[in-house]
């Protein structure tokens, strides 16, 4: 099976622009979540979707939105950017209750 | 935020050595899972445990998991130079998908 594909790979923004990232992920897999990495916070959790529906929402701002379609392929964008959204985005899928993996992940860098 | 912690955070070895990682956490589980990244690139799942088990191997991996204390280790033998990455344990929230992550034991292994 394919693992979990993220696009793109890198991004570079500046301030005030949106962005949107997108994730494939396993076949058969209808849990997708989406988690932010940076050097100062570590790994966080931003949400995650479950057959088109989010199931559970981290501790980010509005600006930080999802969506998820009927093939369970999943977007996030961000709004309104800011130097502090520079990280690594990281998809990750599953089953429920299961293993969860991870996508390379999208690094955006904010100017 | 995060939910747990891995000790140390970080550990130099020689190529042949065991290398051994703690993680605890603060909140009940139904699983508890490891992961490694290499440096800016995405998380590839090494070993799920739940709460029900104690001990699971892997090839060179061995994971325990105690309860009571809220706490798992994960031991790597007769490591090798390509085991030099970082490691996190991942817990589950409410659901399998909302994982908390510690901050991570940064493993460099010296040929």
């Known amino acids: 099976k394919a693992g979990v594909t993220q696009t793109p790979r890198y991004l570079i923004k500046t301030r005030g622009q949106q962005v949107t990232l997108s994730c494939s992920p396993i076949s058969g897999h209808r849990s997708v979540s989406w988690y932010q990495q940076t050097p100062g916070q570590g790994l966080q959790f931003l949400f995650e979707y479950f057959s088109e529906t989010q199931r559970n929402k981290g501790n980010f701002p509005g600006r930080f939105s999802g969506r998820q379609f009927s093939n369970s392929r999943s977007e996030m964008n961000v709004s309104t950017l800011e130097l502090g959204d520079s990280a690594l985005y990281l998809c990750?899928?599953?089953?429920?209750?299961?293993?969860?993996?991870f996508g390379p992940g999208t690094r955006l860098t904010v100017l | 935020s995060q939910q747990g912690e891995e000790d140390p955070q970080a550990l130099s070895i020689q190529e042949g050595e065991n290398a051994t990682m703690n993680c605890s956490y603060k909140t009940s589980i139904n699983n508890l899972q490891w992961y490694r990244q290499n440096s800016g690139r995405g998380l590839v799942h090494l070993i799920l445990i739940r709460s029900n088990e104690r001990e699971k191997h892997s090839g060179r991996l061995r994971v325990t998991l105690d309860t009571s204390k809220k706490s798992s280790s994960l031991l790597i033998t007769a490591s090798r130079a390509a085991d030099t990455a970082s490691y996190f344990c991942?817990?589950?929230?409410?659901?399998?998908?909302?994982?908390?992550f510690g901050a991570g034991t940064r493993l460099t292994v010296k040929p």
């Open positions: 990750a899928s599953s089953t429920d209750y299961d293993r969860v993996f």
């Open positions: 991942a817990t589950d929230g409410y659901n399998n998908n909302d994982m908390r």
